[in-house]
């Protein structure tokens, strides 16, 4: 944490900043390792940087931050005692128009916006946050077979989200790193196909998509597998998006482009007909967000450098019928890419055991 902060000041005085205050949860828990960061925020100036947080939070916050802790419920007046006049940086992509102007108000300091301030800084993970992640993308790999051991005809969606997540809170996880996807049937066709109370049925193909979180940080992975004899156009879809897929993985390097390496999987499910069936992009950053840089998409000109965690998740809907998507958690490395994710892809019947 003491890094974190020095690199940290060090960014801010390239931007012209002396004073700023931090408000977004994930950027509050990464300079201090507080767990409650949506009721805290961090005030950095030339002579020291602090926690602000209030009565509810005395013992957590002395166990927990790596920051001297102010508690006080009057964090506005902490702000303007401290700053001392002069100009505050704020995150302008975090804090809301009506907080803005209170706290000019309240501490007469004339704010300066900057977005994505850490960014440049969290976008490359450290050894900690690496191996952090690692055992978030062990506990869900541990998940998926768990929950592959229940999934049968007959089965609700929401069942088999309810028992991936007991698994990943009762083997050490926080909770989930967002909404379990448990996409069945038709419904595997929607990327975002959150667990219903749809039965499964024999026949169809099923997408599991999951992520544990553990020590604040998230994993992200996918799986589509048969639950019986499917159609052969399905197993067409599941084999263009596997090969597709593997593809990207293999192209992961440092100095690729986020486009370049989204024109890989983009180009292959074109090359196999699917083309118009990938309505994403190839796969993001991950971290304490679910969603972090860099981006892997037809417009993102972010470049992988080693330490980024980013998914390779490419896929293919066909609306009212079926979808397939299979994504990898990976970290970038000096010689290419790290898959994290261990879970068997290659295409899979749970009744058949094949």
């Given at each position: ?8 000041r060090?960014h ?6 002396e004073?700023?205050l ?13 767990t409650?960061?949506e009721d ?5 100036n030339?002579?020291?940087?602090v926690?602000?947080?209030?009565g509810?939070?005395?013992a957590?916050?002395e ?7 102010v508690i ?10 401290r ?6 940086g704020v995150?302008?992509?975090h804090?809301?128009?009506a ?5 000019e ?7 300066e916006p900057?977005?994505r301030?850490l960014?440049?800084?969290r976008i490359?993970?450290?050894?900690a946050?690496?191996?952090i992640?690692r055992?978030a993308?062990?506990l869900?790999?541990?998940?998926y077979?768990?929950v ?6 007959g089965?609700?969606?929401v069942d ?8 990943v ?5 926080e909770?989930?790193a967002f909404d ?20 499964i049925e ?6 599991f ?7 604040g ?8 597998v048969?639950?019986g ?10 084999d263009?998006v596997l090969e597709?897929?593997?593809r990207?993985?293999a ?6 482009s986020?486009i370049?390496?989204?024109a890989?999987?983009r180009?292959?499910?074109t090359?196999a ?5 990938f309505?994403h ?20 000109e ?6 980024m965690m ?12 079926a ?6 958690l990976?970290l970038v490395t000096?010689?290419?890419g ?13 009744l058949?055991?094949?």
């Open positions: 944490m003491t890094a974190r902060l020095e690199r940290t060090q801010l005085a390239t931007l012209g900043v004073r700023m931090i408000t977004t949860p994930s950027n509050v828990r990464w300079l201090s390792g507080f409650a960061p805290a925020r961090i005030l950095i030339p002579t020291e940087a926690l602000l947080t209030d509810r939070y005395i957590q916050a166990e927990e931050s790596s920051l001297p802790a006080e419920r009057d964090w506005m007046g902490v702000v303007r005692d700053a001392k006049g002069g100009a505050l995150e302008g992509d804090l809301t128009m907080t803005a102007r209170r706290l108000q309240e501490t007469g300091l004339t704010l900057h977005d301030v960014e440049p800084l490359i993970k450290d050894a946050e690496v191996d992640i055992r993308a062990q869900t790999d541990a998940a077979a768990h592959l051991t229940q999934l049968r005809p089965v609700r969606e088999l989200a309810l028992a991936i997540e007991q698994y809170r009762t083997h050490g996880g909770g989930m379990i996807i448990v996409a069945s049937g038709p419904r595997s066709a929607m990327p975002h196909g959150t667990a219903s109370g749809r039965t024999a026949g169809e193909l099923v997408t998509d999951l992520g544990a979180k553990v020590d940080y998230c994993a992200d992975m996918t799986r589509t048969a639950v004899p499917i159609s052969t156009e399905h197993r067409a879809i599941f263009a597709a897929q593997e990207a993985v192209a992961v390097r440092p100095g690729i986020g370049a390496l989204d890989v999987a180009d292959s499910l090359e007909g699917f083309g118009k069936a309505s992009s190839l796969g993001h950053g991950v971290g304490i967000d679910i969603h972090e840089a860099p981006g892997l998409s037809p417009k993102s972010d470049v992988l450098e080693p330490g980013i998914t390779i998740e490419p896929g293919a809907y066909l609306p009212g019928d979808g397939v998507r299979i994504e990898d990976v000096e010689q290419g790290e898959v994290l994710s261990s879970s068997p892809k290659a295409f899979t019947d749970v058949a055991g094949t």
